[in-house]
T-cell receptor
Framework: GAGVSQSPSNKVTEKGKDVELRCDPISGHTALYWYRQSLGQGLEFLIYFQGNSAPDKSGLPSDRFSAERTGGSVSTLTIQRTQQEDSAVYLC??????????????FGPGTRLTVL | GESVGLHLPTLSVQEGDNSIINCAYSNSASDYFIWYKQESGKGPQFIIDIRSNMDKRQGQRVTVLLNKTVKHLSLQIAATQPGDSAVYFCAERNDGGTSYGKLTFGQGTILTVHP
């Protein structure tokens, strides 16, 4: 079946502009995660959505970052007033939560954001 | 997703050799430890996991070893193939509050397999 998709695949923006990154998780996956990956670095957790529960926003680096998940499916990550240090690959992952011990997160291909 | 960088640890092996990738973790309260593989231009892909109360777990051509005494995790790949070339990340799972399945990733190791 279809995997996790993200759009756009690449985004180049100017410093100070707002950007929106989209994630379409695998149908039926109730958990959705956003991560950020800078060049040569591991993945940095940003935010987590689980069903109708309040999201875990503990990884968002500043109040310029926000995310929402509409209807328990599609998610949008918004970065306001982008800065050059926001340049990274933004990865989305989804996970079925049928079993507590299922650790497999399914990742999308990512959106490469470049802030000039 | 971009994964290759100049400062990641690297491991080069010949095709057919066994590979061992190591990871030091920080949180002794982690519930699970997981290995992911990331090929160039793609998102990470799950390989294998191990629960914190286990020492060893085997999969197809892969074995994960957990040493809680020294907070060390390793991934062994048997008969390494060129298709195994990628960046390998270890990750810890910590469930806290209402956040389940949240992962903390390590820096990654670049594995290069030479034919």
């Amino acid at each position: 079946g279809a995997g996790v998709s993200q759009s756009p695949s690449n985004k180049v923006t100017e410093k100070g502009k707002d950007v929106e990154l989209r994630c379409d998780p695998i149908s039926g996956h109730t958990a959705l995660y956003w991560y950020r990956q800078s060049l040569g670095q591991g993945l940095e957790f940003l935010i987590y959505f689980q069903g109708n529960s309040a999201p875990d926003k503990s990884g968002l680096p500043s109040d310029r970052f926000s995310a929402e998940r509409t209807g328990g499916s599609v998610s949008t990550l918004t970065i306001q007033r982008t800065q050059q240090e926001d340049s990274a690959v933004y990865l989305c992952a989804s996970r079925p939560t049928t079993f507590w011990d299922d650790n497999e997160q399914f990742f999308g291909p990512g959106t490469r954001l470049t802030v000039l | 997703g971009e994964s290759v960088g100049l400062h990641l640890p690297t491991l080069s092996v010949q095709e057919g050799d066994n590979s061992i990738i190591n990871c030091a973790y920080s949180n002794s309260a982690s519930d699970y430890f997981i290995w992911y593989k990331q090929e160039s231009g793609k998102g990470p892909q799950f390989i294998i996991d191990i629960r914190s109360n286990m020492d060893k777990r085997q999969g197809q051509r892969v074995t994960v070893l957990l040493n809680k005494t020294v907070k060390h995790l390793s991934l062994q790949i048997a008969a390494t193939q060129p298709g195994d070339s990628a960046v390998y990340f270890c990750a810890e799972r910590n469930d806290g509050g209402t956040s389940y399945g949240k992962l903390t990733f390590g820096q990654g190791t670049i594995l290069t397999v030479h034919p």
